[in-house]
């Protein structure tokens, strides 16, 4: 059975929430770990 991984995405940019390289990176580590992932964001 895969671990469930939820990764939080908000905002846009370094300054401002999750910046498209380390939310890119972490998800390719969870993906090569085996991970069941899914990407979640706040609705306004």
């Given at each position: 059975?895969?671990?469930k991984v939820a990764v939080?995405?908000?905002g846009c940019?370094?300054?401002d929430g999750a910046e498209i390289?380390?939310?890119l990176?972490?998800?390719l580590a969870l993906e090569k770990a085996g991970a069941e992932?899914?990407?979640l964001?706040?609705?306004r």
């Open positions: 059975m895969k671990t939080i995405l908000s940019g370094v300054h390289q380390e939310s990176l972490t998800l992932v899914s990407c964001a706040p609705v």
